[in-house]
Every structure is written in C-alpha cells, then in structure tokens.
C-alpha cells in the first residue's frame, strides 16, 4: 500500500512537471484526465499571474489614499471593454488554431494565429487614439470629480495608450493555448509579472534617483510589465518555435481567414463586452455613495478576480479540448472533457468560498487600511462569494461554447443574465430596497445563479458539436 502511494505521488510530481515545462503532446488522444491536468496546471498559473497584476496595482496604490484607488477602478472598468476586445480575439485564435491543430494541419492553424495578430495590432492602435484624446471625458462620465482627474489622468492615458500590449499577452497566449502550449502561456504572465512587482513601488514612490510618479508610476510599471511579456511571446513565436511556424507570407491579409476570425472575434467580443458593461454599469452605481464604498468595492472585486482567473484558466482547458477534438471528429471525448473540468472547477470554486467566509476579513486588512472601505469590501467579499459555485459552472461551459467557435450562445446568455437582468436588479436592490452598496453585492450573487443555469442548460442541448469553424 505505501510502495503504490509513494508511486502515486512520484507520478503525480512528475507529471505536475511536465505540465509546467511543456512537451507537445496529442490531446485527442491522452486519457482525459491526463489531458485536463496538463493543460490546465500552465493554464491555472497563467491566470494567477494575471490576477497577480490587478492585486499588486492595489495594494501599493492603496497606499496613496482612496482617490487614487478609485480612479483606478474607474479606470479599469472602461478599460474592461479592452480586455473584451482582446478576449475576444483570443477565443476567435484559440478556436481556430485549436480545431485545425485537431486537423493535424499546423500549417493553417499558424496562418490564423498571425491573421489575429495583424487585427489585433491594427484595432489597438484606433483605441489608443481614442483612449488618450478623450481620457478626461472618459473618467468624468464613470463619476471622477474634478480633482481626481487634475491629479490622475495620465494614469488613464497610458494605459490606454498602452492598451497594444494588453491586447497581444491575451491574443497570443489564445494561440499557445489552441495549439496546446500552454507552458508557454504561463511564462510569459511571470516574466510581466515579476517585471510589475519590481517597478510597481519603485515608480510610485522612487528610490534613490528614481522619482515617485505616484499613480502614473503604477501605469508605467504594468504597461512596461506586460511589454516585456509580449516580447518573450514574439520570441517563442518567431525564433524559438515550438508546434506552430509562423512565417512572412502569413502576414498578408487572406480574407476569408479575416472574416471567420470577425465572426468568431465579434461576437465573443461582444459576450465579453455585454458582461464589462453590466461591470462598469455596477462602478458606476457604486461611485454615487461615497469613495468609502468605491475603494472597499474595487478592494474586494481584485481579491475576488485574483481568486477568481485561476479557475478561468483551469475551465480554460475545456475550450483547447473541445476545439481540437471537435477537429479529430470526437464529440463526445469534447463533452467528457468539459464534463471532467467542470467538476474540478466546482471543487475549487467552492474551496474558495469557504476560505472567504474563514480568512476574508485578514485579506482585506492586508489590503487596505481605511475602516469603512475594509466594511464595504468584506461585505462583497461574503455575499459574492456565495455564487463561485455557480461563477465556475458558468466558466466552464462558457469556454466549451467558445472552444467550439460557438460565441454567440454565450454571448445570448450574458446579454440576458447581465444586462437584463443583474443591471435593473442592481439599481432596485441598491437605489430602491436596501438604499446601500450591499444591494450590488446582493445583485451580483442572485444574476450569476442565473447565468450558470442557463449555460449549463444549453450546454447539455449539445449544438455546440455541430458548428464548423
């Protein structure tokens, strides 16, 4: 008994080792366990470092006072339909490339893995055009007053002038992640990682030569961060080449590539823009009580997410599976491994909500020093957190439909659960009944129990199986 434990634990090191060094591997072939595991170790560890950014942000921005921490929600939730943008394309890269690497035809898979390159470079720079021009309008709309935008704007501005390189550390790891190299994935959110948490409290408070920027510090720092990022993602692409070979004759436009990566792009930008929306709408609503209430808000909402993305990246695993096994020709082995996920994720999600219930008060005292935020940010810390069940049933069904190519069915369920749901319920809750920020928190809870219902509901319809790509 203790000679096959021993061996049991060997092979699970072993195997934890190999999902974090990345080997190519046949996924449609793998049992699926094996296959969820090492896909979704890199996966989990890439999304833990981008939490890891907006939790590091935070914390040292908390220390230069509620203002500062409230523009940088404000911020963030515009450039939340940033991120929806380059989430978006990435879902079209990984559906793609995932499906035609199931094909076993490398070759077109890296032809539509730099088609949603070259996109995605040329739409970044419209949106930093805009970004930058319009940032005072951009924050006074979300709420600002008019010191906070003296004060802060060049955050604004160079994040958004900066939005390219967000843009290309989602996009590209979409494609490590369709063609299965998601170790790759993984090292590039811990080389800007590392980068951020250097520079974070240099730039903002200085040392030695170097001046305090203040917030704009912190702008710089995860810009140049994720810059260097992306800058090991073009190297893995370009020089050191794993699966995929990219060359210069894929750089030129191929129209019908174009338009499935626009269909396939648009409405998953639009699934992820309908969810930020309802996320800025909820901003917004919190701005009109107090800055109190805003900072604890954004305080427990980055605890959250940093929680929150490693169970992304581990129902992440389900849109590489079902992608490229849909391309081998095996429905059901995709729905089995949707199904394997989910319930891993279910586990996670509902370790994590214990653990707020147990350590949320000593978090968010790590993270914030003002009495009343920490109230209003340990509230939405217990109420949300009671729907992370349903939070990782969503996710992982979410990612089988866009794994597929299938990012109008999320898309469908978002606008209904979101939209017209959690946004009106939102403003009765906290305007009309409970008159405080508890009634978003409380909105939140009640819209996601929502959401998971009706995505599990179409999940197991099973037209997913059916859509070409």
């Known amino acids: 008994m203790e000679t096959s434990g021993t061996l049991s634990l060997k092979g699970f090191f072993k195997l934890l080792k190999q999902a974090i060094a990345g080997s190519q591997q046949d996924y449609t072939a793998l049992s699926i366990r094996r296959a969820v595991f090492l896909l979704a170790i890199p996966m989990i560890m890439e999304m833990i470092m981008e939490s890891v950014f907006a939790v590091v942000d935070i914390f040292f921005v908390g220390k230069l006072g509620n203002e500062a921490v409230a523009t940088v929600g404000l911020t963030e939730s515009v450039l939340s339909l940033v991120y929806s943008v380059a989430i978006g394309l990435s879902m ?86 369709g063609a299965g190299d998601a170790s790759i994935a993984m090292r590039s959110l811990w080389i800007a990682n590392i980068c951020n948490i250097i520079l974070c409290p240099l730039l903002i408070y200085g040392w030695g030569p170097v001046p305090a920027l203040g917030l704009k510090g912190a702008a710089f720092a995860t810009t140049f961060g994720r810059a260097m990022g992306v800058a090991y993602q073009m190297y893995r692409l370009f020089i050191k080449r794993g699966l995929l070979h990219f060359y210069a004759s894929h750089i030129r436009p191929h129209k019908e590539l174009l338009k499935q990566i626009v269909k396939i792009g648009s409405t998953g930008t639009i699934q992820f823009l309908v969810s930020s929306a309802s996320w800025i709408f909820l901003a917004r609503l919190m701005a009109g009580f ?129 939209w017209l749901f959690q946004i009106p319920l939102a403003w009765f809750l906290a305007e009309r009944y409970f008159r405080e920020p508890r009634g978003v928190f409380f909105a939140i809870l009640i819209s996601q129990l929502v959401a998971a219902t009706l995505s599990y509901t179409l999940f197991k319809r099973g037209r997913w199986k059916t859509v070409k790509v």
């Open 92 to 177: 079209a890269a990984t559906a793609l490339v995932a499906r035609r690497v199931g094909e076993k035809n490398l070759d077109e898979a890296a032809h539509a893995g730099m088609q949603t390159i070259v996109f995605s470079v040329a739409l970044s720079i419209v949106i930093a055009i805009v970004g930058v021009t319009f940032a005072e309008g951009i924050l006074r709309l979300m709420g600002a007053n008019d010191k906070m935008i003296a004060e802060n704007i060049v955050y604004t501005r160079v994040m958004f002038g900066g939005n390219v390189v967000i843009m290309l550390l989602f996009l590209i790891n979409g494609i490590f992640r």
């Open 290 to 418: 107090h800055e109190a209430a805003m900072a604890g808000y954004q305080v427990s909402i980055r605890i959250l997410i940093f929680f929150l993305l490693p169970a992304w990246g581990l129902s992440n695993a389900a849109a590489t599976l079902v992608g490229q096994n849909l391309g081998a020709g095996k429905p059901e082995r995709a729905e089995q491994s949707v199904i394997t996920t989910g319930i891993y994720t279910t586990i996670f999600m509902a370790a994590v909500s214990l653990f707020f219930f147990l350590f949320g008060t000593p978090v968010v005292n790590f993270m914030n020093s003002d009495p009343l935020a920490r109230h209003y940010a340990i509230q939405s810390l217990r109420i949300v957190s009671l729907g992370y069940v349903f939070f990782g049933i969503e996710m992982v069904t979410m990612n089988a439909f866009n794994g597929a190519g299938d990012t109008r069915t999320p898309t469908m369920v978002n606008l209904l659960a979101f």
